[in-house]
């Protein structure tokens, strides 16, 4: 098992930023990749970016050059840094970790990141 506790999430203006963390504890040896999804209001769960527990880093193309993902192996946390946010980058932040990524893993509970225009 594994847990997965998200935090950082708030109320942004546009162009501002946001650190999100993501603690997590359990049976961790084998989860290889940890990322961030999110999931605005009637919209599907999308990848946001993933590392892997060598460092390579995936993003998707809407966040590239503003958010950087990055995780301290020794914490057991993953972070991701949102700069110059945009309204369209409101929704829940969800936190997941798993042995590679055509596998679902575990999920954290998600926090909200919302950004006023």
């Known amino acids: 098992q594994v847990q997965l506790v998200e935090s950082g999430g708030g109320l942004v203006q546009a162009g501002g930023s946001l650190r999100l963390s993501c603690a997590a504890s359990?049976?961790?040896?084998?989860?290889?990749?940890m990322g961030w999804y999110r999931q605005a209001p009637g919209k599907q769960r999308e990848l946001v970016a993933t590392i892997t527990r060598g460092g390579m880093t995936n993003y998707a193309d809407s966040v590239k050059g503003r958010f950087t993902i990055s995780r301290d192996n020794a914490k057991n946390t993953v972070y991701l840094q949102m700069n110059s946010l945009k309204p369209e980058d409101r929704a829940v932040y969800y936190c997941?970790?798993?042995?590679?990524?055509?596998?679902?893993?575990?999920w954290g509970q998600g926090t909200q990141v919302t950004v006023s225009s």
């Open positions: 997941n970790a798993s042995p590679s990524p055509s596998l679902p893993g575990y």
């Open positions: 359990g049976s961790l040896f084998s989860m290889n990749v």
